[in-house]
């Protein structure tokens, strides 16, 4: 029966010893592509989101502002200097953002740009009003009693973030 075998084998039938040779390497080529495609997918969901949290953090820095200006310092020329230079920078930021958004995610940009839209119309008007104030000077000022209101700003960071979460 060996005999028969091995000369089968010699006239070149297909062993299954031929077959496992040739299916074991397959399937681990496979599960390797696999892997590295699951790998890659999950690396550019993670640096979505990191995109994502940037650019509303960059929102969220500019809707601070107006307290940051009320808890000034000093009024002196180099801290009014420093204020408006983060502003500057914040809206460089918002602005690359909003292009950044545009070319990766185009789904998220609109939302995104109503955002910037509204948080710059309401924080915008509040910095204004905190220029117009006197900086706080005592430790018990620096609580300033009451929030500059942010009603529209939330309501368009809660949709852009709905947007976000479904583009993720």
């Known amino acids: 029966m060996e005999i028969i075998a091995a000369a089968q084998a010699a006239e070149g039938e297909w062993t299954w010893a031929q077959t496992a040779a040739l299916i074991v390497p397959c399937i681990a080529i496979a599960g390797a592509v696999l892997t590295y495609v699951l790998n890659q997918r999950a690396a550019r969901k993670e640096r979505r989101a990191k995109t994502f949290a940037e650019a509303l953090t960059a929102v969220e820095e500019y809707l601070e502002m107006p307290y940051r200006i009320r808890r000034r310092p000093e009024s002196s020329a180099a801290v009014r200097q420093q204020l408006t230079d983060e502003v500057s920078g914040l809206l460089a930021r918002m602005a690359f953002h909003q292009a950044w958004l545009q070319i990766e995610a185009s789904s998220v940009a609109g939302p995104y740009a109503a955002l910037v839209a509204t948080a710059r119309a309401e924080a915008g008007a509040q910095t204004s009003l905190a220029w117009q104030q006197p900086p706080i000077t005592t430790d018990t000022g620096m609580n300033l009693g009451a929030a500059y209101p ?19």
Do not use: F, K, Q
């Open 150 to 168: 942010r009603d529209r700003s939330n309501e368009a960071r809660a949709t852009c973030l709905e947007v976000m979460r479904r583009h993720l």
